[in-house]
């Protein structure tokens, strides 16, 4: 073999090995959007997630070739270094994430397909030897994963039908009463107390974490349902029209609840009217077969959610705030409830928990839970009406909240051994929770005299609600805060005006990644202090690839 065609082959080897892990990068985006190649697309576009560092090489190497003399095997050299530098300099996504990579089987799958892509396209950049055509595959390597993704996705459908049938036909043998949880926001924390609450009066399984997609419903399904379970309570997401329907067509559901209708995913549904028909999929699927739906009173501010519950009266529980005859005209809300319905009389946040005072049916409770944030007043009251529709009686019911434990990464209060009290609200944020969030900042703050410190973020998904929504948690971290801590500021330049405008002062710190807040958090707190952790961004907002 020629030295010319020993680097060529070199040069070659190297480029697969550079793009096998480029390709890793792009797939770990494509991995956090739920295999969406219009998605990834997207982000690519918006983020302008393109080659610079080796595609200025490669122009450096071609500009050398058509103005200087330099030997074709230098170029090719030189070619061999650019790849091996990309080698060294790109990060391994399995190692170096907020939220690592998982190489699943699907992964996998799509991996080599986009490798053995690549590959021809290599070997053409091969065969020419010109620096231009190795930085058209270079820039390529995206597409070859968007095509490798299509190119498996009947294969992928296949696979999924196949376990959807088994999962469809475990459910129909051991027959369990299904509760369907959705919502904008609020769903996993309702299932969670739901869950909790049930499993005291009978078995009980709940699809974990936030798992709520079709395979993640189906695999907890095959996986875990046994033959004793009364209860399967399963959490239902939202991404478009139809994707309740579909949920409800695997898990068909005798019991509903619809926890609330805003602006999580907004950048998907456009307008508040299209979220509400998603979410009322599930009603019209319980309905169907003559079950019970338990709504939030604010979930019925839109005449599609009315007119389905007006037509439906007995098969409703509405769970909400009775109207404040004594507040001003113009504060005045309008109320859904009806004599037969759930009132959330007050709830009260505490720095041991939550005191929910309702009445329904006459008859007054108290609820106490050791959880924070007054949301998840709202959240328990659901489910205390749904465990009651379910036959549990109220005594027990109470008993089963008093020893609910804390939600993972939703408003979880985490004591610290320097003294100092983390609030872990990371997983995912939206403009109600963050609002509670804070308010619970500032109650344990003050209960212990020491500073409310926030670091977030921001929120994402908002669309066109983005800088309005930011802009008004700003103005309210400017009342109850003493110190922010922005992530990723560019992102929501509104909450930093909000802030401004009333921050009189307080300090407002501004960090690229969350690490470097943490830096700062370390070398600052107090043992008195409340530090908020609201919303944590996935890579795909936070660490846009660099390339």
Not at 463 to 480: F, I, K, M, N, W
Request: net charge neutral.
């Amino acid at each position: 073999m020629s030295p010319y065609l020993a680097i060529q082959f070199f040069t070659l080897i190297t480029f697969l090995a550079f793009a096998g892990r480029r390709i890793m990068s792009y797939l770990h985006a494509l991995q956090q959007d739920d295999y969406d190649n219009k998605r990834l697309i997207s982000w690519i576009v918006q983020h302008r997630v393109f080659d610079r560092r080796i595609t200025s090489f490669l122009l450096l190497i071609m500009g050398i070739g058509l103005f200087t003399a330099t030997s074709p095997i230098l170029l090719n050299v030189l070619i061999f270094l650019v790849f091996a530098l990309g080698i060294y300099i790109e990060k391994d996504p399995r190692k170096a994430s907020k939220k690592a990579f998982v190489l699943t089987q699907r992964a996998r799958r799509i991996f080599i397909i986009a490798l053995i892509y690549t590959a021809f396209c290599a070997l053409v950049a091969f065969y020419c030897a010109q620096p231009v055509i190795w930085i058209i595959a270079v820039q390529l390597l995206p597409l070859w994963l968007v095509l490798g993704n299509a190119t498996l996705a009947p294969y992928e459908a296949a696979v999924q039908k196949t376990f959807y049938d088994e999962a469809r036909a475990k459910l129909d043998e051991i027959n369990p009463t299904i509760i369907a949880i959705t919502g904008s926001y609020g769903k996993t924390s309702v299932k969670h107390i739901l869950g909790h609450i049930l499993k005291t009066s009978a078995p009980t399984l709940m699809t974990p974490g936030s798992v709520n997609t079709l395979m993640g419903i189906t695999r907890i399904i095959r996986e875990q349902l046994q033959p004793n379970h009364t209860y399967f309570i399963s959490e239902m997401g939202a991404y478009g029209p139809g994707s309740i329907a579909a949920l409800c067509a695997l898990t068909p559901p005798n019991y509903g609840i619809i926890a609330s209708i805003g602006h999580a995913h907004y950048e998907r549904f456009k307008t508040l009217d299209t979220v509400v028909q998603a979410k009322y999929e599930l009603a019209q699927s319980v309905l169907s077969r003559g079950g019970t739906m338990i709504v939030h009173e604010k979930t019925l501010k839109f005449q599609y959610s009315r007119d389905i519950r007006n037509q439906n009266m007995d098969h409703f529980i509405v769970c909400g705030e009775p109207m404040q005859s004594d507040a001003p005209k113009n504060e005045q809300e309008f109320s859904y409830l009806s004599p037969d319905d759930l009132k959330i009389m007050s709830v009260e946040q505490t720095p041991k928990g939550l005191c929910i005072i309702i009445e329904w049916k006459d008859e007054k409770h108290t609820l106490r839970a050791p959880l924070y944030g007054i949301h998840h007043g709202h959240n328990i009251a659901l489910a205390f009406a749904c465990a009651m529709r379910l036959g549990m009686n109220a005594k027990d019911i109470k008993t089963a909240l008093a020893t609910t434990p804390q939600i993972k990464h939703r408003l979880e209060v985490k004591q610290q051994i320097d003294g100092s009290i983390i609030i872990d609200d990371a997983f995912n944020s939206n403009p109600p929770g963050f609002r509670a969030a804070m308010h619970v900042m500032r109650v344990l703050a003050d209960d212990r005299e020491g500073r409310a410190i926030l670091v977030t973020p921001g929120i994402v998904e908002l669309g066109s609600a983005h800088d309005e929504v930011h802009r008004t948690l700003g103005t309210l971290a400017a009342e109850v805060c003493d110190i922010v801590l922005l992530v990723s500021p560019s992102r929501i330049p509104t909450f930093i005006e909000g802030y401004n405008s009333g921050a009189n002062g307080k300090t407002l710190q501004q960090f690229e990644t969350f690490s470097a807040a943490q830096k700062w958090l370390i070398e600052n707190k107090r043992s008195n202090d409340v530090i908020l952790l609201e919303n944590d961004l996935p890579d795909i907002y936070e660490r846009v690839l660099k390339i």
